[in-house]
């Protein structure tokens, strides 16, 4: 019983193709976000929703869309593939925020995506 | 731009050691959160210091937070090679020095090796 499951782990495609990676959380929570970390393993915030509304697009080329379909999916696409994509997507779910700032954050497993 | 920079960028200790890391960030803050990242996985949430806080525990961990001079502290006490991971320190940014509630922010982290 995974907490935030992302399918598929690896994903090895080739430049210009069009990819999806999914996600689920089972924690109830209302927030779910991207990230993407780098080579250096600098952890960069793409997107977040909160209860299926994106309230968090941070400046990531619009060939990347998300979608969310319900609260606990939060699925990603790519479209036209560049060899600059290639990094470990990782998504997470958090119950969100409030008086006290933020609260933590549920991480999935990260998918590694390398583009050839 | 970063919020959190850890410091130092690696750090490699004898099994039994005490291992501290540092965090400097810029803008105010709500909380402070630490997290930690073994080879290949997601993110683990470690602990999290709110900004009226000055000190934490959890087991083996000890966070100190100095809002002062905008950094904190992360030390592992009796640490094992189990330990051997990179730590990550995220700030919310408060609303009133301009970040943002609506997201964490991570620093580049420090890659702890404890060797047996």
């Known amino acids: 019983d995974t907490a935030v499951s992302q399918t598929p782990k690896y994903l090895v495609t080739q430049m210009g193709n069009d990819k999806s990676i999914k996600c689920e959380q089972n924690l109830g929570h209302d927030t779910m976000y991207w990230y993407k970390q780098d080579s250096k393993k600098f952890l960069k915030i793409m997107f977040s929703y909160n209860n299926k509304e994106l309230i968090i697009n941070e400046t990531v080329p619009n060939r990347f869309s998300p979608k969310s379909p319900d609260k606990a999916h939060l699925n990603l696409h790519i479209n036209s593939l560049e060899l600059g994509d290639s990094a470990v997507y990782f998504c997470?779910?958090?119950?969100?925020w409030g008086r006290g700032g933020f609260y933590e954050q549920y991480f999935g497993p990260g998918t590694r995506l390398t583009v050839t | 731009s970063q919020q959190g920079e850890e410091d130092p960028q690696a750090l490699s200790i004898q099994e039994g050691e005490n291992a501290t890391m540092n965090c400097s960030y810029k803008?105010?803050?709500?909380?402070l959160q630490w997290y930690r990242q073994n080879s290949g996985r997601g993110l683990v949430h470690l602990i999290l210091i709110r900004s009226n806080e000055r000190e934490k525990h959890s087991g083996r961990l000890r966070v100190t937070l100095d809002t002062s001079k905008k950094s904190s502290s992360l030390l592992i006490t009796a640490s094992r090679a189990a330990d051997t991971a990179s730590y990550f320190c995220?700030?919310?940014?408060?609303?009133?020095?301009?970040?943002?509630?609506?997201?964490?922010?991570f620093g580049k982290g420090t890659l702890l090796t404890v060797n047996p």
């Open positions: 997470a779910s958090s119950p969100g």
């Open positions: 803008t105010s803050i709500n909380n």
């Open positions: 995220a700030t919310d940014g408060s609303r009133d020095s301009g970040g943002s509630n609506y997201k964490l922010t």
